[in-house]
């Protein structure tokens, strides 16, 4: 029955009205079996009407009606629509489902990898390739009306959100924005941000699932609610306004805290694991130690295939099973295979093999060999999978297709398939509510609880949907209960200006206009808004130094005065301490600088105390300095600091380094220790004398001389009171100090974008990026427009070494391994593992990057400008190796590395290959550069049809 005939006659005169007034969008929705949401008219009227719109709705809630509306109003009106997503997976999934309603001829589409029918008057595309394209001027921006940027909430993403901000400011002002976001709870605040930079701009929200989410907890294998009554997230009138937790939930909470505590004060046997009972129970603790035994098990988590037999037997499949690891993921799949788990029928293995048999019709079968193909294809069979950065992409796309077309029942995935592609399901379990994020364990927030969760109920397929969490011990149902009821999921803008940035806009515009630009990003509007909060405070401490310097009088002077004598001399003091101790780092800096492999030196103090041997002169961080990596005589591996030198560190001796070693290898470690020490035998190792740090220099013993003789004349000097009298000038000080520092931060934040754009430009100038135009304008020179084609995160190091020779004459090969050395980000805990260039050559390039580092690292230094330069060697193998031609097998049996991290990192060097050749012009580098793409684009690294631009997933054991 059409959903018109339960309307009042009023809302369908009212419906009429509204479809008249809109013929667009009527036309629109007559191509839709059913009716839009209230919301979704309501966004695409704003999009007719002319405004740009911010729509903000929950996963699954069909918002890209929206952004769809805009395209089929682009083409109405004979303009051009761009579809930006922030990844290349979604790209292609939008360019398919677009080419399906309008047509082949009308469709293009633009990624790193794909470039088909680029000027169509439809294009969809990545976020960078359009800003890319503005950076260029290219003139398939001409007579653009619509730009749609889906997951617009990636713009608080640290690494690529800039890209989203450079777009919505620098978009002409012609282009009407289509914002598509997750629901967040500071969407009015983005609107406003977005008003005042596109102009007229309606904010939509819609916090109503289209499918209810109802919230459960699995105890041992009872599946329980989670509320007394209706979940927030079940209900859709949104009746209640506080909702009560299972009390069945809350007794099993704390029946399981009084079984911890009474076994806590039962009394130990010497071994501490308390007293062996009798097998008749004959101890006085043996039959209640039984019973909490068995009371303990009922709330013990169930065996993973025990999970899914619970989920099945509910009707709860297909479900994806979030499991913060990627060991995790692959191991429940081993599990459920290994308990002979089976999900799926005849027919759909027959679909399931299909679709696998597409998916790697282009590899080899030495290459399905090195991927565990058999293994992977076995769970897929059985219906279940894993879906994590380390899964080959082309893989990873096959279980998305099965999962989409309801054939794979189980997906054990990481938090990564929360922000990746369309892929809902019945139901979403979630084993534990604390994740590894590299340093900690830490619990997951309402914004994580509520994009995991966001998946489960598939519209149109499902009813309902339903949530599910793993009972662990000591779990507390009331904070689950305000987990699942918060949504508080805050955008925060991570815009900040790049060397790439500064040269591009300045080809565009005067620097005053482009300060006046970077003033209007959305990390400004956040920052000054702020600022009325420091305002406040400021007034708050102003009051407070009245009222301190007036407890502070004294009746025989100005005890201010005498106080400001007696802070001056403290000053003067700490200050000539601190320039003693800089002029120590620095020359610390410059010894630890000069470290070369082999090198052997003594650390006076921390956990690296003793003898040494350098294996690796590491990298340089603004912050931290050098950081030289070092094996000592236990043979233990670290990175050494400037923190770890009181003293100035010097050398005494060297020893040979092999040229291939390996300081994960335990036999590489033990040769070079018995080396390290008869070497250390043959010198004298003797500590080496501890030079001094100097004293005050001659005039500022004078100046303080000068001070203290003031202070001894002043009248307050003599005052009995005079210690009572300075502990509350001391405290009046303190809260002058404070308000000029919340002066100081009113007036940086105000400007905080801006100024560090003149930082950067200052780095940029004195290096000859940029030269003095006219007035204060500023030019970018030869090697600016060099720099203008590289997106890098280490643009700035790139550009320099090109301009600097270190990628001239190097193999193919070679090139690659370098190139690989600003893309590859080791994993947490593969930083301190330091790798051996491939060869020779490799390294003599790798030294000279890193002294340009260094020096940009200098100049930055001196413009107060943060900088933290890395160049991490953990991909330069893998990536020479594989451009050299040796197989995937070999390369994956000599790593630790996934697969699809191999795939990841190889296409990555392949882009970077692709910027560098267009910086560095005709030559022989372009063509070098050129040969890399040709020799990597292969095997499984050309299969890749749409890999994501994620980060790689943090695993607590991995």
């Known amino acids: ?254 029946d399981e805290a009084r079984t911890v505590r009474d076994d806590s004060r039962r009394p130990r046997g010497r071994s501490g694991k308390g007293k062996r009972t009798s097998r008749a129970g004959s101890d006085r603790y043996g039959g209640g130690a039984a019973r909490e035994h068995q009371e303990r098990s009922r709330y013990r988590p169930a065996h993973r295939a025990e999970v899914v037999r619970v989920l099945a037997h509910a009707d709860l499949l297909p479900a994806i099973v979030f499991i913060f690891s990627r060991q995790g993921c692959d191991a429940a799949v081993r599990q459920l295979q290994a308990a002979h788990v089976h999900l799926t029928s005849p027919e759909e293995e027959a679909a399931i093999l299909r679709i696998a048999q597409r998916h790697v019709a282009g590899f080899t079968d030495e290459d399905l060999r090195a991927l565990g193909y058999e293994l ?4 897929l069979l059985r219906g279940v999978a894993a879906h994590h950065a380390g899964v080959l992409p082309a893989l990873k796309e096959c279980v998305e297709e099965c999962f989409e077309a309801g054939l794979i029942k189980v997906v054990f995935a990481t938090e990564t398939l929360a922000l990746g592609i369309n892929m809902p399901a019945r139901s979403v379990l979630i084993e534990k509510l604390v994740k590894f994020n590299g340093e900690a364990h830490v619990d997951i927030t309402p914004g994580e609880y509520t994009q995991l969760t966001g998946r489960a109920g598939r519209r149109g397929i499902d009813v309902e949907g339903h949530a599910v969490v793993v009972w662990q011990p000591g779990m507390d149902p009331r904070a689950l209960a305000g987990l699942a009821s918060k949504r508080t999921y805050p955008l925060r803008s991570a815009f900040r200006p790049t060397y790439n940035m500064a040269v591009n806009m300045l080809n565009r515009m005067p620097r005053n206009q482009v300060r006046t630009v970077l003033e209007l990003s959305y990390a400004q509007f956040q920052t000054d808004r702020s600022v009325v909060g420091l305002a406040r405070k400021l007034a708050r401490t102003s009051g407070d130094y009245d009222d301190l310097a007036a407890q502070a009088a004294c009746e025989l002077g100005d005890f201010m005065e005498y106080a400001r004598l007696r802070d001056e001399i403290h000053r003067i003091e700490t200050a000539a301490a601190k320039q003693d101790r800089a002029v120590h780092r620095d020359e610390s800096e410059r010894l630890l600088t000069a470290l070369r492999p082999g090198d052997i030196l003594r650390v006076p103090s921390g956990r690296s105390q003793g003898w040494v041997v350098v294996i690796d002169n590491g990298h340089i961080s603004a912050q931290e300095g050098p950081r030289p990596t070092v094996m000592s005589m236990d043979r233990q591996v670290r990175r050494l600091s400037l923190t770890d030198f009181p003293t100035l560190p010097e050398t005494i001796g060297r020893v040979k380094v092999p040229k291939h070693f390996q300081s994960r290898d335990p036999s590489h470690r033990h040769s070079l220790a018995a080396a390290f020490k008869q070497r250390l035998d043959q010198l004298d190792s003797t500590p080496p004398h501890v030079r001094p740090m100097g004293s005050l220099p001659p005039a500022q013993r004078e100046q303080i001389a000068n001070l203290r003789d003031r ?20 405290k009046a000080l303190r809260a002058e100090r404070d308000a000029r520092s919340l002066e100081h931060q009113v007036s940086r934040r105000t400007r905080s974008i801006a100024e560090r754009f003149d930082k950067i430009c200052t780095v940029l100038g004195s290096l000859g990026y940029l030269q003095a135009g006219e007035g204060d304008d500023l030019e970018v020179t030869a090697e600016g427009r060099t720099l203008a084609q590289i997106y890098s995160e280490d643009d700035l190091v790139v550009a320099e070494s090109i301009r600097d020779g270190a990628f001239h004459g190097l193999s193919a090969p070679q090139l690659a391994g370098v190139l690989s050395v600003f893309t590859y980000e080791p994993r947490k805990g593969d930083e301190n593992r330091p790798q051996r260039m491939p060869d020779l050559r490799s390294q003599e390039a790798l030294d000279q990057i890193r002294q340009v580092a260094r020096r940009i690292a200098l100049v930055e230094r001196d413009a107060r400008l943060e900088s933290d330069i890395d160049l991490p060697t953990g991909f330069a193998r893998p990536a020479h190796d594989w451009c050299a031609g040796e197989p995937l097998a070999d390369i994956l049996d000599e790593t630790d590395m996934s697969a699809g991290d191999f795939v990841r990192w190889a296409r990555l060097v392949i882009d970077l290959a692709d910027q560098v050749a267009t910086a560095a012009g005709p030559g022989d580098l372009r063509e070098s550069c050129h040969e890399v793409r040709h020799r990597m684009q292969r095997g499984v690294v050309e299969a890749v049809v749409a890999l994501p631009d994620e980060d790689g997933d943090e695993d607590e054991d991995g």
């Open 376 to 379: 992977f294809l076995d769970g």
């Open 1 to 254: 029955m059409d959903a018109a005939e339960d309307l009042t006659p009023a809302e369908k005169y009212a419906r009429f009205r509204r479809r008249q007034a809109f013929p667009e969008l009527r036309d629109f929705s007559d191509g839709y079996t059913f009716d839009f949401d209230e919301y979704q008219v309501e966004a695409c009227q704003a999009v007719e009407g002319g405004a740009g719109v911010l729509v903000a709705a929950p996963t699954g809630a069909g918002k890209t009606i929206v952004g769809e509306f805009a395209v089929h109003l682009a083409l109405a009106q004979g303009r051009k629509a761009f579809y930006t997503t922030p990844i290349k997976a979604l790209s292609n999934q939008k360019y398919n489902d677009l080419v399906e309603r309008h047509g082949i001829d009308k469709v293009g589409l633009l990624t790193g990898d794909s470039s088909i029918n680029s000027d169509a008057p439809v294009v969809v595309m990545t976020t960078e390739v359009l800003r890319n394209m503005m950076y260029a001027g290219s003139s398939t921006l001409r007579g653009l009306g619509f730009v749609v940027m889906d997951e617009v909430h990636y713009l608080a993403d640290r690494f690529r959100g800039p890209v989203w901000e450079e777009i919505i400011i620098g978009l002409p002002d012609s282009v009407q924005l289509v914002c598509l976001s997750a629901t967040v709870s500071n969407a009015e605040e983005f609107g406003d941000w977005l008003a005042e930079v596109r102009g007229e701009m309606e904010v939509v929200v819609s916090e109503r699932r289209p499918v209810p989410l109802y919230q459960h907890v699995l105890v041992g294998n009872r599946l329980m609610d989670l509320f007394a009554d209706v979940a927030p997230t079940a209900d859709l009138e949104d009746r209640a306004t506080s909702y009560d937790v299972n009390p069945a939930l809350v007794t099993i909470a704390k």
């Open 711 to 730: 202070l001894a004349a002043h009248p307050c000097h003599t005052c009995p009171d005079r210690e009572l009298h300075a502990r509350w000038a001391e």
